[in-house]
C-alpha cells in the first residue's frame, strides 16, 4: 500500500474527513492543506485505519474527539 492512501480507513472516516476538509477551506484554507489537517484530525481522534492492517498497534480505540474525554471545557470535576 502506498503512502498517503486512504485504502484502510472506513467510508464514515472519509466523510469526516470531507466533512472536516469543507470546514477548513470555509475558513480560507487552501485545499491540500484543508485535507492534510483533516486527516490529521481524524487520525488522532481514530488513531489511523480501523480496518485491519490500518495503523497503530492494536490498543483501545479513543472514541473522543479530544483529551477531555467528554468533560465540559475550564471546570475541574471535584469530589464531594
Known amino acids: ?3 498517503g492512501s486512504k485504502e484502510k480507513y472506513t ?3 472519509k466523510r469526516k474527513a470531507e466533512k ?3 470546514g477548513y477551506k ?3 484554507v487552501s485545499k491540500k492543506e484543508a ?3 483533516a486527516w490529521a484530525t481524524v487520525n488522532k481522534s ?3 485505519g ?3 492492517g490500518g495503523g497503530g498497534r492494536g490498543k483501545r480505540r479513543k472514541k473522543s474527539p479530544s ?3 467528554g468533560r465540559k471545557g475550564g471546570r475541574k470535576w471535584k469530589r464531594h
Request: hydrophobic content about 20%; charged content about 60%.
Open 26 to 28: 470555509k475558513r480560507g
Open 67 to 69: 483529551p477531555k474525554d
Open 35 to 37: 485535507a492534510g489537517r
Open 46 to 48: 481514530d488513531r489511523c
Open 11 to 13: 467510508r464514515k472516516q
Open 20 to 22: 472536516i476538509a469543507r
Open 50 to 52: 480501523r480496518k485491519k
Open 1 to 3: 500500500m502506498a503512502r
